[in-house]
T-cell receptor, first 111, second 113 residues
Framework: EDQVTQSPEALRLQEGESSSLNCSYT??????LFWYRQDPGKGPEFLFT???AGEEKEKERLKATLTKKESFLHITAPKPEDSATYLC????????????FGTGTKLQVIP | DTAVSQTPKYLVTQMGNDKSIKCEQN?????MYWYKQDSKKFLKIMFS???????INETVPNRFSPKSPDKAHLNLHINSLELGDSAVYFC????????????FGEGSRLTVL
């Protein structure tokens, strides 16, 4: 069964203090790895798709990277508006495969 | 314009009752989903429909019955509600070729007393 483990569970940063969130995964052939952002009381919002090891994607202060076993979401000089829960998800290759989510990292950025 | 809209946003009901949640998407996507997010924020797929055809049916009690009248709508009916059904239920949509790029509704918080 596909598994996604995210760490840390929670992270508190000062504004401007860069850091990384980790997503470790086990899947029988990776079709795609996905990052989402979820604000309190809202549905998850899609951020990135990564398909193969070595791939990187960037959006504003966020950069996602992928290896064969894990993905990192790097946050550079975060601002308070980056505070949210960040979810990682994977989809296995072969036929129609469901998307499996991790439990997320709750990020709080303090002014 | 709201891309994926679901109603109601909140439901509070007694054990044993039946309730329904409705979902509509205006993105032109061909695949729709129901996800359940528990109190620990774990998001788990329940059902997936592609062009009105059920393609994923996870291990969900048969008290839960999805219905897709057309590819823009997916409803969820729950019979004989139990305390453990309390959760936030999210509707989502995607194109089948981009299954992981999901667009979620704002969620329906169900509380069973």
């Amino acid at each position: 069964e596909d598994q996604v483990t995210q760490s840390p569970e929670a992270l508190r940063l000062q504004e401007g203090e860069s850091s990384s969130l980790n997503c470790s995964y086990t899947v029988s052939g990776l079709r795609g790895l996905f990052w989402y952002r979820q604000d309190p009381g809202k549905g998850p919002e899609f951020l990135f798709t990564l398909y193969s090891a070595g791939e990187e994607k960037e959006k504003e202060r966020l950069k996602a990277t992928l290896t064969k076993k894990e993905s990192f979401l790097h946050i550079t000089a975060p601002k308070p508006e980056d505070s949210a829960t960040y979810l990682c998800a994977v989809q296995a290759s072969g036929g129609y495969q469901k998307v499996t989510f991790g439990t997320g990292t709750k990020l709080q950025v303090i002014p | 314009d709201t891309a994926v809209s679901q109603t109601p946003k909140y439901l509070v009901t007694q054990m044993g009752n039946d309730k329904s949640i409705k979902c509509e998407q205006n993105l032109g996507h061909d695949t729709m989903y129901w996800y359940k997010q528990d109190s620990k924020k774990f998001l788990k797929i329940m059902f997936s429909y592609n062009n009105k055809e059920l393609i994923i049916n996870e291990t969900v009690p048969n008290r839960f019955s999805p219905k897709s009248p057309d590819k823009a709508h997916l409803n969820l009916h729950i019979n004989s509600l139990e305390l453990g059904d309390s959760a936030v239920y999210f509707c989502a949509s995607s194109q089948r070729r981009s299954i992981g790029e999901l667009f979620f509704g704002e969620g329906s918080r169900l509380t069973v007393l």
